[in-house]
């Protein structure tokens, strides 16, 4: 508000500095010196006027906005606070003992688990897998025995077979 007071007084100063100007050299046309003289040190008096009401509403300007600063960083230390009272509550309710006991309950309670596991799908002992991999073995090797190879020689020609000489006789085949 106080900003906005002094900018219309600065309008007011500036309108008034155009008129005197103009009345002093309506009165240096006049011949009337000494009146332009005392009116242009009005003039000067007023242009002082509007420097310090310029510096005026530049300080208010940064008072603003140190305050509002100021109101956003109180906004920023009451979140803190909350935040750090939110963690102080949740301090209290889980202290490291108590996250350490339940992480020690939940790896004992996997183990039971993996135990029943093994009971339930029947797990084989270490025996047992030799016993399998003997058997898997031995099966392996019977299907790997080949079929006796014959001892004699091959023929080194094949002898032909005409197909007309096996074949029936059209009218033996007939007469039947």
Same mark, same amino acid.
């Given at each position: ?33 000494? @009146?332009?003289?005392?009116?242009? @040190? ?9 420097? @310090? ?10 008072? *603003? ?10 906004? *920023? ?15 209290q ?16 309670? *996997? ?22 991999l ?40 007939a007469?039947?």
């Amino acid at each position: 508000q106080q900003r906005d007071k002094l900018r219309q007084y600065q309008k007011r100063l500036s309108l008034g500095l155009e008129r005197e100007r103009a009345l002093a050299r309506q009165l240096l046309r006049d011949g009337k010196k000494e @009146k332009a003289m005392l009116l242009l @040190k009005k003039k000067r008096y007023q242009e002082q006027l509007l420097d @310090k009401t310029e510096n005026q509403i530049s300080n208010l300007e940064r008072m *603003v906005q140190d305050i509002e600063f100021t109101q956003i960083e109180m906004k *920023v230390i009451e979140g803190l606070k909350i935040g750090n009272e939110c963690l102080n509550k949740m301090h209290q309710v889980m202290s490291i003992e108590e996250v350490e006991r339940i992480i020690g309950e939940t790896q004992d309670a *996997v183990e039971y688990q993996r135990q029943i596991d093994e009971l339930l799908a029947g797990s084989l002992t270490e025996e047992d897998e030799d016993a399998i991999l003997e058997e898997l073995n031995a099966i392996t090797q019977e299907q790997l025995e080949l079929p006796e190879v014959p001892s004699e020689p091959l023929p080194e020609k094949i002898p032909e077979v005409s197909p007309i000489k096996n074949r029936p006789k059209p009218e033996l085949v007939a007469a039947s």
